[in-house]
T-cell receptor, first 113, second 114 residues
Framework: DQQVKQNSPSLSVQEGRISILNCDYTNSMFDYFLWYKKYPAEGPTFLISISSIKDKNEDGRFTVFLNKSAKHLSLHIVPSQPGDSAVYFCAAGIGGSNYKLTFGKGTLLTVNP | NAGVTQTPKFRVLKTGQSMTLLCAQDMNHEYMYWYRQDPGMGLRLIHYSVGEGTTAKGEVPDGYNVSRLKKQNFLLGLESAAPSQTSVYFC?????????????FGDGTRLSIL
């Protein structure tokens, strides 16, 4: 039973445009969500997070939106840059905790020059 | 500034062999984790540790053992390797387990079991 779902295996956008990566979850106990970025042959790196008490968190070009009623979150990257091309993982935790995370399968983002 | 270092980076084993994967962090983090990533799958937590001398089971612990004898090291052992354990293994660490204390990952160990 997949509790964190990233239904788009891949996404391709043009440089300068907006990239929107989506994530759905089924476990209503999740109250903390993170996005990680992963380049080939490297480990994931933390990008941005959001607590369930918020519906938006912004950090530079990256914004995460949380819709608790729909159990849906999205990552917006504006403007997209070729260096953003990577696999993006959505992850969720319970009880405000950062450990015992549940990860989605990832979405491969390709930003074309 | 090394961060999280995993040794080895690649390894090929025969079924039934044993081996130990080493993870070392130099950030004085309390929490450490071992994940596996299989093709088309997200990262799945194998075992984790909330401090020196402690270990706990994650989502997929069967076939693995771990030890945290020193704060900076977290070892993952395979006593009798099976082809189903072919995977990329990632180690991670965090200062603690709360929000705003994200996990820092190593670059992974690619393990093939023949």
């Amino acid at each position: 039973d997949q509790q964190v779902k990233q239904n788009s295996p891949s996404l391709s956008v043009q440089e300068g445009r907006i990239s929107i990566l989506n994530c759905d979850y089924t476990n209503s106990m999740f109250d903390y969500f993170l996005w990680y970025k992963k380049y080939p042959a490297e480990g994931p790196t933390f990008l941005i997070s959001i607590s369930s008490i918020k519906d938006k968190n912004e950090d530079g070009r990256f914004t995460v939106f949380l819709n608790k009623s729909a159990k849906h979150l999205s990552l917006h990257i504006v403007p997209s840059q070729p260096g953003d091309s990577a696999v993006y993982f959505c992850a969720a935790g319970i009880g405000g905790s950062n450990y015992k995370l549940t990860f989605g399968k990832g979405t491969l983002l390709t930003v074309n020059p | 500034n090394a961060g999280v270092t995993q040794t080895p980076k690649f390894r090929v084993l025969k079924t039934g062999q044993s081996m130990t994967l080493l993870c070392a962090q130099d950030m004085n983090h309390e929490y450490m984790y071992w994940y596996r990533q299989d093709p088309g799958m997200g990262l799945r937590l194998i075992h984790y540790s909330v401090g020196e001398g402690t270990t706990a089971k994650g989502e997929v612990p069967d076939g693995y053992n771990v030890s945290r004898l020193k704060k900076q090291n977290f070892l993952l052992g395979l006593e009798s390797a099976a082809p189903s354990q072919t995977s990329v293994y990632f180690c991670a660490s965090s200062y603690a387990g709360g929000m705003n204390q994200p996990q820092h990952f190593g670059d992974g160990t690619r393990l093939s079991i023949l």
